[in-house]
């Protein structure tokens, strides 16, 4: 098995790969691949010859409507394979999405026929291939449920809170990208953050916003969620 399998950074994230012996690990041609933030690092093209890992960093999944309008549909973190790969993959259907950086991001590149043939092969990695499809099913059903039940100055809150931290405040994220994670358009979010400004919430300019009362946002949150 190559030093790239056997890195034990690779591993604590991903164990199942540990299981994958040294020929078909060969055979995978696999390529370890680091992005910067706001970069495409998969889309349709990618997904015709590569399975891939996501190691480090936080990514959005997007799918394109035919006006060419992106609309998030989940994130992908560590540890987590991308569910519209799997399902493209496996149903011979080509990828319906982009997945762009967040931040700096590291991947695992393996060939997409060994892709496929470790999750029919591999036990450990079926398990961890279809738990993470199971995950991502349930998650973009919450996020479609959420635009359709939740107020949007709350989808806005949580969308904020849940990129930021008390250490971490800024977020680096367009008015239109927040739009598309949230599900409305980009005017809607910018006169929602005017607001959040006016009240000493948030600063913002020009591809950030920085969180200044995190408490107030929580209430935010809480308060409508209460109230439906």
């Known amino acids: 098995m190559t030093s790239i399998v056997m890195d034990i950074g690779l591993l604590e994230v991903f164990p199942c790969l540990g299981d994958v ?20 690092i998969f889309n349709r093209e990618e997904a015709r010859s590569y399975g891939m890992f996501l190691l480090k960093g936080s990514t959005r999944i997007s799918q394109i409507g035919k006006d060419g309008s992106e609309r998030v549909v989940n994130k992908l973190n560590p540890g987590e394979i991308c569910a519209l790969l799997v399902l493209s993959g496996l149903s011979g259907r080509d990828y319906p999405a982009v997945i762009e950086a967040e931040t700096e991001v590291e991947a695992l590149f393996v060939s997409k026929i060994s892709f496929l043939h470790w999750v029919q092969e591999y036990e450990s990695i ?19 449920q959420a635009r359709q039940t939740k ?6 809150a949580e969308a904020l809170l849940s990129s930021t931290s008390e250490q971490r405040p800024m977020l680096r994220m367009t008015h239109y990208e927040l739009a598309s994670e949230i599900g409305t358009a980009r005017e809607v979010v910018s006169r929602t953050l005017q607001r959040f400004r006016r009240q000493g919430w948030v600063e913002i300019g020009r591809g950030w916003v920085k969180i200044t009362c995190r408490t107030k946002l929580e209430e935010l949150s ?7």
């Open 151 to 156: 107020p949007l100055e709350m989808r806005l």
């Open 222 to 228: 809480v308060t409508r969620s209460q109230k439906r």
């Open 126 to 144: 079926r398990k961890t291939v279809f738990g993470n499809l199971l995950e991502g099913i349930m998650n973009m059903g919450e996020q479609l």
């Open 21 to 40: 012996c040294p020929e078909d690990w060969a055979e995978a041609k696999p390529e370890i691949r680091t992005f910067s933030a706001k970069s495409r």
